[in-house]
């Protein structure tokens, strides 16, 4: 059941408030932020071996249980893994290859309750839970203003994309459409910001202006009946 969010819109997320909520300005500066899905498993399941469809940012919020997460690195790393295991989750006992295969990753994270967690979906990735407990998690999913951050998702459909993983060609165009519109909404309201914050300056700079003739007009004033009244001494 989808629920209204603070900034207005719908959301079948777990919570009446996300990240995306928590900061709030720091949000609106996103070209691009997804509420994303949960995630519940027990020991020895998670997310096998994959890359996300588009290539953008995840960060994650870990409530319940612990699992493990291995990232490996964007580029070549990640297509040699991907097309030796996608799909797969590797657990134990591992085999020879998939030891080295999990030693080659580039980040492997213990992620407990209470953990919030980023990384990038471009890169090859799996979790593994551990423990007894059942774990649950949440994933958003955002496309941010760093400019390698944004290369790379510029990349999505691309050959540097492992192909099983693309999200179909129309879904993928709707959603870059949808990042430039936002581009755009967030350099128009810069833009009013700072003819804004300009007609602000040249009044302030009116206000000081007129504020000096006055005090000049007084002081001339002032000058003047000081004058007269040596005048009348003398």
């Known amino acids: 059941t989808k629920r209204r969010m603070p900034e207005g819109g719908k959301s079948s ?14 949000a609106q500066l996103m070209p691009m932020w997804d509420r994303g899905h949960a995630f519940v498993g027990g020991k020895f399941s998670g997310s096998s071996v ?14 319940a249980g612990y699992k493990i997460l291995f990232v490996w690195r964007y580029g070549e790393d990640s297509l040699r893994v991907l097309e030796q295991f996608h799909k797969e989750i590797i657990k134990p006992p591992f085999n020879e290859k998939e030891r080295k295969i999990l030693q080659s990753a580039a980040k492997v994270a213990l992620v407990g309750p209470g953990d919030v967690f980023v990384f990038s979906g471009a890169n090859a990735h799996m979790t ?8 649950l998690t949440a994933y958003e999913s955002y496309v941010n203003l760093n400019t390698r ?3 790379v998702f510029t990349r ?7 192909e099983d993983c693309i ?16 581009v755009e909404d967030m350099l128009t309201d810069m833009e009013r910001q700072r003819n804004g914050s300009n007609e602000g300056d040249r009044n302030d700079d009116s ?9 000049i007009s007084n002081g001339d004033k002032s000058t003047e009946r000081q004058r007269e009244g040596n005048d009348q001494d003398n």
């Open 13 to 26: 997320t777990l919570l009446k408030k996300d990240v995306k909520d928590i900061v709030d300005d720091a």
């Open 50 to 63: 994959h890359c996300d469809q588009t290539l953008w940012s995840n960060i994650g919020k870990n409530w």
């Open 128 to 135: 593994l839970g551990v423990g007894r407990a059942l774990s």
């Open 149 to 151: 951050n944004v290369h």
């Open 156 to 162: 999505s459909g691309s050959k540097e994309h492992f």
């Open 167 to 182: 999200m179909e060609d129309s879904d993928l165009e709707d959603l870059k459409d949808d990042v430039v519109d936002n």
């Open 207 to 215: 206000s000081r202006k007129r504020k000096r003739e006055e005090d």
